[in-house]
């Protein structure tokens, strides 16, 4: 999969999401747009999009992570029991499925993330509906193939994904254009969606899709990007205690679940500090003791 910074799309100009680039006539930023919050900070995510961009690293690692899923399925098919949580009864008797996420799971939005830190913008939703209808996402390496390989064995692939239900009709068809194997709507669960008329609508937290997912359907496996495509996890919860939930579970990694690198956004980022700091408190928030020890060269960290 071509994995270069040309494939970065320019969204600013559509989406009227504002920009702190200079004037060609001045050092000074641009205003923030309307009800736009921007953040100077941008350029913290700026390696992690260009190392999962560009690095041959990232590309080995996805690649990797997707041979060993292929092989786990084949265990999980000639085996018992079942990847999710929620499936208690371990779904025998139901026809198998795999359970995915798509973003930075399957679907590569790098060059959405790149162009905020050109841009000099945060996220919003104006950018990201822009980029998700503009079907443009390459797909993960190693993603299509894996996916193709569960359908060929009459394996459903299931795509549980954070995205709503306003851009599940562009989603599929971005899905369908690189390759992967979608049947209809059905196998694409958003959020806004419920599981039937008048339920609850579901929510960022994938339980209950997972769970809904599992009264049809043997799970197994659970492929994603952030712990909770694996297990529920409480907004607040603390960085060490992110840690010992997965340790919890480490019988399930690289056999039941696996898990792909991110490291651009993701709740691991969010448990490092509250919502809504300006950019110093930011900051100031993910700045811990060591980083300020001097080195042993004697210099110290500005």
């Not at 929620?86 to 499925?97: H, N």
């Not at 980029?131 to 390496?141: G, L, M």
Request: aromatic residues 6%.
């Amino acid at each position: 999969m071509p994995r270069a910074l040309a494939a970065v799309l320019v969204l600013a100009a559509a989406t009227g999401c504002a920009s702190h680039r200079p004037a060609a006539s001045s050092p000074a930023p641009a205003p923030p747009g309307e009800g736009t919050r921007l953040r100077g900070l941008t350029h913290e995510t700026l390696h992690g999009a260009l190392w999962m961009q560009t690095s041959a690293e990232y590309d080995v690692l996805a690649r990797q992570t997707f041979a060993a899923a292929e092989r786990g399925l084949a265990r999980a098919l000639a085996g018992e029991g079942s990847a999710a949580l929620e499936q208690e009864d371990g779904g025998a008797g139901k026809p198998p499925a795999v359970v995915v996420d798509i973003d930075e799971t399957m679907l590569d939005n790098a060059p959405f993330q790149l162009q905020l830190n050109l841009e000099g913008t945060d996220y919003c939703e104006h950018t990201w509906t822009a980029w998700v209808t503009a079907e443009k996402a390459r797909a993960i390496p190693g993603a299509v193939a894996f996916a193709q390989a569960a359908d060929a064995r009459s394996v459903r692939v299931l795509y549980v994904t954070n995205r709503t239900h306003a851009v599940e009709d562009a989603t599929i068809r971005n899905l369908r254009a690189v390759g992967f194997p979608v049947r209809d709507g059905d196998d694409v669960l958003t959020i806004g969606e419920a599981e039937a008329p008048g339920a609850s609508p579901w929510t960022s937290d994938k339980t209950a899709r997972r769970a809904f997912v599992a009264r049809t359907y043997r799970i197994l496996l659970l492929v994603g990007d952030d712990l909770r495509d694996f297990v529920s996890v409480p907004r607040g919860t603390a960085p060490a205690d992110r840690v010992a939930l997965a340790r919890r579970y480490a019988d399930r990694w690289g056999e039941r679940w696996f898990l792909l690198p991110n490291a651009m956004y993701g709740s691991w980022e969010q448990s490092l500090h509250a919502s809504g700091l300006d950019d110093e408190a930011l900051l100031r928030s993910k700045r811990v003791p060591g980083f300020r020890e001097p080195l042993k060269d004697g210099c110290a960290r500005p």
